[in-house]
């Protein structure tokens, strides 16, 4: 049974956050109870935790629900232009919390529970995160949804629900093993199932082609069951819609074996329909070309698209039939952003709908489809960039593989128009590549029926222009654009941090929270020494609160003075955990010898899950681990130095350990990481960063100036310099002594000594296969390391430049990349619209609810 709170432990009641009113406090008990009993079927005597959380979401989405409908009810009467956002990955993570922000009732719930004898962190702590992702693309989209809402748009994503999210890590002898994330396993409150809108989706059978056009027959139907999960805005009583598709078999599926009298096997066999959502493919910018990843694909945006053209038509609110018949307005209308390339089937999708059963000729088809798709690219690793067998596109999808090489050779015409004699150039600009086998570059797909491509760092979207897609820019510079990607500040500042947004709010008030460019008036203060000391005051504490979490998690006492270090973030060699654990290493044995030695207290953390097949990021955990267990038992060292793997790393988690953190680590090789997000997330909440000039790391340097960040290493020119030279790791092993050492120790098995040869596979890749250069940015990142550490010994300099950081964090606000997407892509000012509440005006909804349903319209 949930503990009551103390009134030690009560710190809710704060500015931002409102004052609980009396009345709201009486009627959320009422409603709790209501829950508890009506829905739950529970009395206080029987009830569990679990049932007081069910309970208390149900409380909360009630205030959703009058919100939720009239914001639906607004966008049909307005009938905006509607921006469709499709991801193969949410990564929403808890609702509970996010939703009690964003309505502004988190004091009247907090004060709710206590007066009920509940701990509402208790309570907090038993939902779910919803997985749906596997890092940060999929957590990009969650923002990107929280601003949609917040700044009024007429928004909504589409992705799929999948069964089982991202996996859960556990850590087993230092090895990460993976188990399933059951995260529907106790059903969700916030999901509303919508039956009545299921769609067919099509499978495999083949092209019927006569003087009537081409027909796709004989295929395999599997119908997509849509589930509307609430996205609240922030204040402006806005709910959005993220519709998430589950795959249901139709109950003809394999009907021959029913006739055959196998009904077992029949049933049973349905279940290869509904695979198609049953797991989140652990993708880590690494192409996989499954068959069932290519259905998951193409089950997004089929069942996606047929949804979207049936609200194109039916655009007036509580009509079922088609009201507009002209697809003329429909890029006015409607405008469809591709996360990555997965969703890049859609394109060819929308050419089918329009010519196959809407009649439209190729012209006036692709005229649209280029009018209404935009595509945002996520990375510059060629090993990442999909490119699907024409051998298993034409079997599963083959009215599609036509579609795509009629649209090459209509494309390719262009290319040889504009350069006759460069057959090199048309070859590489094709989107079927012939070697090694013949594929479709969907890259290529997404950019030519797009009308804009975007990166997501102005050094991202610089590469993508000079090298990865060079000949698509000098054919279409017109279409290359920059969106900085950017961070939701209500979850990453304002839920995560309330003390911190508390004294924020205090110096200059709470409009920073949806215009997150007013921090800018905290840097007046950096020379403020009681503003820095309250600074100070909260760091500590959130690093109390964590310290106190690792010893009651891993049994590890932490110093809750040292530096908290941390690298989280997907295990992958190119974000270079590796230098890390070189770093940590170096600086073990410095102590080692010299265990008087004038030393700055550190505990590292790392944390982040590696994708199940990928064996080199499997062992940089172990690896890890095993670092760890030498360090952490060494009496020498005591708690001078400490060392955290941070287990099943997840939204919930970042939330935890992001405002309790130092300093930042972000260390990949400059050109490799198109933005990244975690970093933005460090410097919000005052955490210094270390890093190269890669991704975002660039443009929060401009923001901030060069001397509040920590940056090292290479450049992207001197990369590509150092490549074209001929790289010799060997060179830098040889020349550094402490280097070498390291090196030495994880080869000749220092720590593990059961195992000698345990991490070969590692030494032998940073001696002679160091892709991402590693060595040749050691010995600048061990000095800028030091720099660190005689910079937090001065906490006064310290204090200022983390000041400074929170100060320069505006720009990285997903309201301003969402409002660049509005203004620049859909060409949608944002209005930043504010809908009266339920309350505040008579109830649309009641009528509804009396009239028996018939007006609503999804």
Request: aromatic content about 10%; charged content about 25%; proline content about 4%.
């Amino acid at each position: 049974m949930a503990k009551p709170q103390t009134d030690h432990d009560r710190r809710r009641q704060i500015s931002v956050r409102g004052i609980a009113q009396v009345a709201d406090v009486t009627n959320l008990k009422k409603t709790f109870n209501r829950h508890l009993h009506y829905t739950l079927v529970k009395d206080r005597n029987v009830a569990t935790d679990r049932d007081y959380y069910f309970a208390l979401a149900n409380t909360v989405r009630d205030q959703l629900v009058g919100r939720w409908i009239r914001t639906q009810q607004y966008y049909y009467e307005k009938d905006p232009k509607r921006v469709y956002y499709l991801s193969l990955e949410f990564y929403m993570g808890r609702s509970l919390t996010n939703t009690m922000v964003n309505l502004g009732i988190q004091s009247a719930v907090d004060e709710a529970l206590y007066q009920l004898g509940l701990d509402i962190e208790e309570l907090e702590d038993i939902e779910q995160d919803a997985g749906l992702g596997n890092g940060g693309l999929g957590r990009l989209a969650a923002c990107f949804l929280d601003s949609m809402a917040t700044l009024g748009l007429a928004a909504y994503g589409y992705g799929i629900r999948y069964d089982y999210g991202i996996f859960t890590q556990v850590i087993e002898d230092g090895w990460q093993v993976e188990e399933p994330d059951d995260w529907l396993r106790y059903g969700s409150p916030w999901e509303k199932a919508r039956p009545e809108y299921t769609i067919p989706v099509n499978f495999y059978g083949r092209v019927d082609t006569n003087d009537k056009g081409s027909h796709w027959v004989d295929t395999q139907v599997v119908l997509a069951m849509p589930f509307d999960n609430p996205v609240p805005g922030y204040g402006n009583n806005c709910v959005n819609t993220l519709r998430l598709w589950s795959a249901k078999a139709p109950s003809s599926f394999h009907l021959h074996f029913f006739n055959s009298g196998d009904y077992i096997q029949a049933v049973c066999d349905r279940n290869l329909a509904e695979n198609i959502s049953r797991v989140l493919y652990p993708n880590d910018n690494v192409f996989i070309g499954k068959e069932l990843r290519l259905k998951q694909e193409y089950f997004l945006v089929a069942a996606t698209l047929q949804d979207i053209l049936r609200r194109y038509k039916s655009s007036k609110f509580g009509s079922r039939d088609p009201v507009r018949k002209s697809f003329d307005a429909f890029p006015d209308k409607v405008a469809l952003q591709l996360n990555d390339t997965h969703p890049s089937l859609a394109i060819a999708e929308l050419m089918r709908l329009l010519v196959d059963i809407e009649h439209f000729s190729w012209d006036e088809a692709w005229m649209i489809t280029v009018k209404t798709c935009a595509y945002t690219n996520h990375t510059v690793l060629p090993e990442a960039l999909e490119r699907w067998p024409c051998s298993l596109l034409g079997h599963l999808l083959p009215r599609h593989l036509e579609i795509i090489y009629e649209i090459n050779s209509r494309f390719l015409k262009v290319v040889t128009a504009k350069w006759p004699d460069d057959a090199e150039r048309v070859r590489r600009m094709s989107l079927v590549e012939e070697t090694p086998e013949k594929c479709i570059n969907m890259a290529h797909l997404a950019i030519v029926g797009s009308h804009t491509v975007n990166g997501v760092a102005a050094i991202h979207s610089q590469i993508i222009k000079d090298t990865t897609f060079k000949d698509f820019f000098e054919l279409w510079p017109e279409k290359f654009q920059n969106k900085t990607n950017g961070i939701t500040p209500r979850r990453w500042l304002l839920l995560c941090n309330p003390t911190l947004s508390d004294v924020i709010a205090e110096k200059i008030g709470n409009t920073w929270i949806t215009r997150l460019d007013e921090l800018r008036q905290l840097a007046q203060f950096k020379n403020d020494r009681n503003f820095l000391g309250q600074l100070q005051k909260v760091k500590q504490e959130n690093k109390l609160r964590l310290a106190a979490f690792i010893q009651k998690t891993y049994n590890l006492t932490v110093d809750p003075t040292s530096i908290f270090d941390m690298q989280v973030k997907r295990i992958h060699e190119y974000k270079r955990q590796l230098l890390n654990i070189l770093h940590i290493i170096t600086i073990y044995n410095r102590l080692k010898s010299n265990p008087s030695m004038p030393f700055v207290a550190r505990t590292v953390l790392m944390g982040g899950k590696a994708a199940p097949g990928y064996h080199m990021a499997k062992l940089i955990i172990k690896l890890f681990n095993a670092v760890a267990n030498v360090i952490n038992t060494d009496p020498i060292i005591g708690k001078r130095l400490r060392i955290v793997f941070l287990e099943n790393y997840r939204v919930s988690m970042a939330e935890r350990i992001i405002p309790a953190a130092d300093l930042s680590e972000q260390i990949s090789t400059a050109g490799t990481e198109a933005s990244g997000t975690g970093n933005m997330k460090f410097m919000l909440n005052g955490a210094l960063t270390i890093g190269t000039l890669d991704g975002a790391n660039v443009e929060m340097r401009e923001e901030m100036g060069a001397e509040n960040i920590f940056i090292f290493g290479m450049t992207v020119d001197e990369v590509n310099a150092l490549a074209k030279k001929g790289y010799k790791p060997l060179d830098y092993y040889e020349k550094l002594p402490e280097l070498q050492l390291a090196i030495d120790q994880i080869a000749g098995g220092y720590f593990s000594p059961s195992q000698p040869n345990l991490f070969k596979d590692i030494s032998n890749s940073l001696m002679y296969n160091d892709r991402f250069m590693l060595l040749a940015d050691y010995e600048s990142y061990m000095k800028c390391q030091e720099r660190v550490n005689k910079t937090f010994e001065d906490q006064e300099t310290w204090l200022r430049m983390a000041l400074m950081n929170i100060a320069s964090s505006g720009k990285f606000s997903s309201d301003r990349t969402i409002e660049q997407y509005a203004r620049e892509i859909w060409s949608i000012e944002p209005g930043r619209v504010v809908l009266p509440a339920p309350y505040e005006t008579p109830m649309r909804e009641q009528e509804v609810i009396e009239s028996g349903g018939e007006h609503l319209h999804y």
